[in-house]
């Protein structure tokens, strides 16, 4: 019996063994739980047995236990990696057709091909759907979706009215042109910058979301007769290589007449110009424009400025970035300046952790010794907070990993040692029979 009482005993120091190897091996494994192993002795009795000459059987592993405790934090630069402090499970689904539910503590997330946010094996990220407002409007597992991120944010809206504020400089001088005192008309030329005093350039949108770009070249005017400065401004008006038309008759393009009266203040045009339609690149369909100069535009003794420029079109936004609050809140930012929530971090707790069933890749799933998980959001109803750019690490303890491995291995060799000794006393029996 003494034999098999020590081999008990040699396996199941073999067994805490393996598990220390175990810790010891995932050290470095981010959300990864240590665990224990937990004996228990055997004891064989009858109802007749003498309670004191009973003599136990040795020791069984009597369970491996998992212990859920809170591994440190690891900074990070990725927005999408996120720490649980406290309580909680991430929950996340297979990326193959059974959508298995499993859940780690391990909450370094990409991005794959199809824009999924996932774990390293594939597993897609869950959150509870939310409104425009942020607030969720469902709950339960199976409320849950695959958190996914958005390529584009609104629709392209086109423009069609810009405001130029600006200051035109009283001090000009008239744009040099060799032959503008003779007959031969002044030649206003956009590539010459000879011929024309200022220009502003404005972003304006067509229909499908394209940027353009608004050109508007200022030329100052002069008397015919005495060739001295007026307070008479021409405008001239391109997007691209088009020149835009404010006057009625398509086939004769004029330009906005601008005029200030003596102390500066823009007196013509009264109000917006309205410009003849448009093709933009690629489109089909005219596009109208106004430009109003607004009433702080001013012809005044101070250097050329844009003090304002505004305009009414917006293109499609592209994804910028990507935001997860404290709360749970995921957040995307768009190149428009739209910002759009795109769903609230769920996590799911167990009655009894201990309990669950590991899957490797620090993920777990329920089993009938857990519970049915229980979800909630980050930081309510006892679920832990979330820290967004860290990762949580193994909860293992080098240390005291060491010192359990030393016992382990003493335990091991001390029931080796009962063993041999068994073994010899069984030898010498054997010679007295012989």
């Known amino acids: 019996m003494s034999f098999f009482t020590s081999l ?28 224990t192993t937990q004996f228990a002795d055997v004891i064989a009795s009858t109802s007749n047995s003498n309670p004191t000459q009973m003599v136990g059987s040795g020791t069984v592993v009597k369970s491996v236990r998992q212990q ?19 309580e909680g499970f991430f929950i996340v689904k297979g990326s193959d057709a059974s959508n298995n539910v499993s859940f780690t503590r391990n909450g370094s997330f990409l991005v794959d091909s199809d824009r999924y946010v996932v774990d390293a094996q594939g ?29 584009i944010s609104g629709k392209p809206e086109a423009t069609e009215d810009v405001t130029l504020s600006l200051n035109l400089n009283a001090n000009s001088v008239i744009p040099s042109d060799d032959d503008r005192w003779t007959d031969v ?15 502003a350039q404005t972003t304006i949108y067509d229909a499908n979301g ?24 021409t405008a001239y008006s391109f997007v691209g290589d088009k020149q835009l038309n404010s006057g009625t008759d398509p086939d004769d393009i004029e330009p906005i007449a601008m005029t200030f009266d003596g102390t500066g203040k823009l007196t013509a045009p009264a109000g917006p ?18 430009l109003d100069f607004g009433d702080a535009t001013t012809q005044v003794y101070s250097p050329f400025s844009i003090d304002a420029s505004s305009q009414d079109g917006s293109p499609v936004g592209q994804l910028e970035g990507v935001t997860i609050a404290d709360d749970g809140t995921v957040r995307a930012s768009f190149s428009n300046g739209d910002s759009q929530a795109l769903g609230k971090v769920v996590l799911a707790s167990f009655s009894n952790p201990t309990g669950l069933r590991q899957l490797g890749s620090s993920t777990w799933s329920a089993s009938g010794l857990s519970g049915e998980p229980r979800l909630g959001e980050p930081g309510a109803n006892g679920f832990g907070g979330l820290m967004a750019g860290a990762v949580e690490r193994s909860n ?11 016992a382990a291995q003493r335990n091991f060799q001390a029931n080796a040692k009962a063993l041999d000794t068994a073994s010899q006393i069984s030898q010498t029996i054997f010679n007295i029979r012989s």
């Open 68 to 86: 859920f405790s809170q591994g440190g934090f690891t900074q990070s630069s990725s927005a999408l990696d996120v720490a649980i402090s406290g």
């Open 8 to 35: 008990s005993g040699l396996q199941a120091a073999q067994t805490e063994m393996s598990t220390i190897s175990h810790n010891l091996a995932n050290v470095s494994t981010n959300g990864f739980k240590r665990s």
């Open 123 to 151: 597993n897609k990220l869950q959150v509870y759907p939310v409104d425009g407002s942020g607030a969720v409007v469902a709950t339960g597992i199976a409320s849950t979706v695959s958190l996914r991120l958005p390529q």
């Open 273 to 290: 110009t309205s410009f003849l339609g448009f093709l933009a690149p690629g489109a089909t369909t005219e596009q109208m424009i106004t």
């Open 210 to 233: 394209n940027a353009l770009t608004l050109t508007t070249y200022f030329v100052r005017e002069t008397t015919p007769t005495t060739a001295e400065p007026t307070s008479d401004w």
């Open 185 to 199: 008309p002044y030649a206003f030329d956009r590539f010459d910058p000879a011929t024309y005093n200022h220009s």
């Open 396 to 406: 293992v303890d080098i240390t005291e990993e060491l010192v359990g491995l030393i």
